[in-house]
């Protein structure tokens, strides 16, 4: 038997991969409904429909422009970008692994080993303790993963504060927004339209991320007046993470499986689902598959993270200057995020100026 810690995406879909393939499945949920409360923007690249088409529900918003704003500068970009209702989607994920045969358990709480093979938990209904025999356990707990404590392989990770929330503002619904430069330090901001007149807006900051919220907030709305939290903590990739020791497995947050550019996870957890999900069923090493199969996107992703983290106000406006070439243009709309080698090859090929920023690199 396989217990699943967290159905989160890449728990949920981890399931559903693994009992499709006849395993059998136990995901536990602390919670009681799946999917909230919601701490994410649910902003994804058309790539996701490469793991699950989308059910029209799902989808609170699609943008086909993407708004990217540095101090003096601002540019338009043409993209295909799917705003989801996170709370659907992790039921609609959950809803697949129990049709696939997979056992849920909701209000349960991983707390712990007992030994190799047997794992505590707590039912928050009556608060009792229960254990559960395990040949495999996969923590697919988010960034704060017990399972990853639990079995010692939580060690040096680093993690954002992804500070957003639900407020009141008019937008064009078809464009999202993007903010950089010093007034958003180690990370961005992004003002994401739901519906005309809500948007979810939010920034990511290692240090002050509540002092730097509001200010943004102030300078998009005027206000300080928010409808809903939806803050949450984002990890930042760690290419020496130890992802399995022994039967214990860790896959999504709780892995650091995250695009260090933008804070996405929702594509990667699904990816490292389906090599998790080949590794268990073929008895392959996952620590070496993982790296195979998602490494070097990763990777790239953090290099280019390591880069923006040094760049002034005036470096910015010099990389939007670059971005606004139809030439540059063309290549952001064929590439995503989510083929982020064959974008930044094809980038560096049609306009070689953005090697100037690899003095950035040492
Ligand atoms: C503010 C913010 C905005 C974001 N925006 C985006 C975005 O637009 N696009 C994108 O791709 N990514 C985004 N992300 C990242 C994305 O939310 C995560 O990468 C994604 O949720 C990871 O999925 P997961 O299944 O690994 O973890 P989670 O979604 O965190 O799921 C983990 C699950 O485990 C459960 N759990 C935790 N501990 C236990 C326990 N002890 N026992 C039982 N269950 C437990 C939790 O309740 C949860 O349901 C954002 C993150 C934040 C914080």
Redesign the pocket.
């Known amino acids: 038997m396989i217990t699943i810690?967290?159905?989160?995406?890449?728990?949920s879909y981890l399931a559903y991969l693994l009992a499709k393939q006849g395993k059998d499945i136990t995901l536990?949920?602390?919670?009681d409904k799946i999917g909230s409360p919601v701490?994410?923007?649910?902003?994804?690249t058309g790539s996701i429909e490469k793991f699950v088409k989308l059910p029209s529900n799902i989808i609170a918003n699609r943008c086909n422009k993407v708004v990217v704003v540095s101090k003096n500068k601002r540019i338009v970009a043409e993209t295909g970008e799917i705003v989801m209702w996170r709370n659907k989607f992790d039921e609609f994920i959950a809803n697949m692994a129990a049709d696939a045969g997979a056992k849920i358990l909701t209000n349960?709480?991983?707390i712990g080993f007992n030994n190799t093979n047997s794992i505590k938990t707590k039912n928050k209904n009556n608060n009792e303790t229960k254990n559960i025999d395990s040949e495999i356990v996969v923590g697919?707990?988010?960034?704060s993963s017990?399972v990853a404590k639990a079995a010692n392989l939580n060690l040096n990770s680093k993690f954002y504060i992804?500070m957003?929330a639900k407020v009141k503002l008019k937008s064009d619904l078809d464009a999202f927004e993007t903010h950089f430069g010093e007034s958003f330090p180690d990370f961005f901001g992004w003002v994401v339209p739901e519906s005309e007149d809500v948007a979810r807006l939010?920034l990511g900051a290692f240090n002050n991320a509540k002092e730097h919220f509001y200010k943004f907030l102030e300078s998009k709305t005027g206000s300080k007046e928010i409808l809903c939290w939806?803050?949450?903590?984002?990890p930042l990739y760690d290419p020496k993470k130890i992802i399995q020791k022994d039967n214990v497995f860790l896959?999504?947050?709780?892995a650091t499986q995250?695009k260090a550019t933008t804070?996405?996870?929702?594509?990667p957890?699904l990816k490292a689902a389906t090599t998790l999900c080949d590794c268990i069923i073929n008895n392959k090493d996952y620590n070496k598959e993982f790296k195979k199969q998602s490494g070097r996107e990763l990777l790239l992703h953090l290099k280019i993270r390591n880069i923006l983290d040094k760049f002034s106000d005036k470096d910015y406006d010099r990389l939007l200057k670059l971005m606004n070439q139809e030439k540059v243009k063309n290549i952001l709309k064929k590439y995503d995020r989510d083929t982020p080698i064959p974008l930044v090859l094809n980038l560096l090929l049609r306009e070689p100026r953005f090697l100037l920023f690899s003095k950035f690199v040492l």
């Open positions: 810690v967290g159905a989160g995406p890449a728990g536990i949920e602390e919670h701490q994410c923007t649910g902003i994804v349960h709480q991983f697919a707990d988010g960034p017990a992804g957003q939010g939806e803050s949450g903590i984002i896959i999504g947050d709780a995250v804070g996405g996870g929702i594509i957890s």
